[in-house]
């Protein structure tokens, strides 16, 4: 995963910065890929104004010419927390119990 720094303009960082828009629309010179940390900095007339918003890349489109994106494009979809992690049969025990158990399939048992 990667960590991107973007310009942003005023009137898309706010509503990025209100949970309003949920995506972004780019050209795909960076590889993008889920899981990928975005910091969004507010640009305006050729400066940074000091306000940024960090958000995670849950899904992507890639254009390839139909539904109007052309190729070399993308449409990622943004959250503000990080994407979930996959554990492979994870036990954590505290106080001599077994409190949690994750497993690939995403379930959590407590085991109290």
């Known amino acids: 995963m990667k960590t991107h720094e973007l310009k942003i303009l005023p009137e898309y960082y706010e509503?990025?910065?209100l949970y309003r828009k949920t995506f972004e629309i780019r050209r795909n010179?960076?590889?993008?890929q889920v899981?990928?940390?975005?910091?969004?900095?507010?640009?305006?007339k050729g400066k940074?104004?000091?306000?940024?918003?960090?958000?995670?890349v849950s899904?992507?489109?890639h254009?390839?010419?139909t539904y109007g994106l052309p190729e070399g494009f993308c449409v990622m979809s943004i959250k503000s927390s990080q994407p979930n992690v996959v554990l492979?049969?994870?036990?954590v025990n505290q106080?001599?119990?077994?409190?949690t158990s994750i497993t690939n399939a995403g379930t959590l048992n407590l085991n109290l």
């Open 15 to 17: 509503e990025v910065a």
């Open 88 to 91: 492979d049969n994870v036990t």
């Open 48 to 56: 940074y104004t000091g306000r940024e918003v960090t958000r995670y």
């Open 63 to 65: 254009g390839d010419g």
């Open 95 to 99: 106080y001599g119990k077994n409190c």
């Open 29 to 32: 010179d960076r590889d993008y």
């Open 59 to 61: 899904y992507i489109y």
């Open 35 to 44: 899981g990928d940390k975005l910091i969004l900095k507010e640009y305006y």
